[in-house]
């Protein structure tokens, strides 16, 4: 049975061409299918069957590149890529994993495409940790990234206003937020509009609130 959808994009090739727009839905044992949005046809099939084990998957060829335990949480809960590199503090995107315990590891992401083909050559994803964030006590279940790379949203939807905001040129977490007057009751989905440092947040309750982030 497959449950869960959500749309990406795979990686622009480097002559400009426009990359090709998929679909994921998972399974309920351990499986992701991967279909072509265009032709509504099943591409690949991506099946896992450990705990707390990171699975980067080729989407043209459909073999796994490479996989590797997270040593730092017994149980992966969501996971998601930052869409771009913010020079200004690091030279690579990130890969963000969150966990049972509320933690939110980050992993660095270093792209290696053959110039031909656009298709990696090697692994992307880095084994070193980064960065280790444990400000929930929950299960993280939804994370985002804001499109420059300078701040990323992590909340769980077992308790009410945990949501969390990290600062990544600092690596600070920010403390001051959400206040004890911002009721976002428990918290389903998180996504940053593009280039307006606007952050969504939906909750169970069906309500989806609109933040502005500010920064001096």
């Known amino acids: 049975?497959?449950?869960?959808?959500?749309?990406?994009?795979?990686?622009?090739?480097?002559?400009?061409?426009?990359?090709?727009?998929?679909?994921?839905?998972?399974?309920?044992?351990?499986?992701?299918?991967?279909?072509?949005?265009?032709?509504?046809?099943i591409m690949h099939h991506f099946q896992m069957n450990a705990t707390a084990v990171v699975y980067e998957w080729d989407l043209v060829s459909g073999r796994c590149l490479n996989k590797f335990k997270d040593e730092h949480?017994?149980?992966?809960?969501?996971?998601?890529?930052?869409?771009?590199v913010n020079y200004d503090f690091a030279r690579h995107a990130f890969v963000s994993a969150g966990s049972r315990m509320g933690f939110l590891n980050l992993y660095p992401v270093v792209s290696d495409y053959d110039r031909d083909t656009g298709v990696?050559?090697?692994?992307?994803?880095?084994?070193?940790?980064?960065?280790?964030?444990?400000?929930?006590?929950t299960a993280v279940t939804s994370i985002a990234h804001e499109d420059s790379g300078t701040f990323i949203a992590y909340a769980s939807e077992h308790k009410r206003n945990a949501l969390r905001i990290i600062h990544n040129p600092s690596g600070r977490v920010i403390s001051n937020w959400p206040t004890e007057s911002i009721n976002l009751g428990r918290v389903t989905?998180?996504?940053?509009?593009?280039?307006?440092?606007?952050?969504?947040?939906?909750?169970?309750?069906?309500?989806?609130?609109?933040?502005?982030?500010?920064?001096?």
């Not at 050559?121 to 964030?133: M, R, T």
Request: proline share 5%; hydrophobic share 35%; aromatic share 8%.
């Open 189 to 216: 989905s998180l996504a940053f509009a593009p280039r307006l440092s606007t952050l969504a947040v939906g909750n169970r309750s069906g309500k989806v609130q609109l933040f502005r982030i500010i920064t001096t």
């Open 73 to 84: 949480s017994l149980h992966l809960t969501t996971f998601e890529m930052s869409p771009s």
């Open 1 to 41: 049975m497959a449950y869960g959808y959500r749309r990406i994009h795979s990686p622009p090739f480097l002559d400009g061409k426009s990359a090709n727009v998929f679909a994921l839905s998972c399974t309920d044992n351990g499986g992701v299918l991967l279909c072509d949005t265009r032709s509504n046809a």
């Open 120 to 137: 990696p050559s090697s692994s992307c994803i880095q084994h070193e940790l980064v960065k280790s964030y444990g400000n929930l006590s």
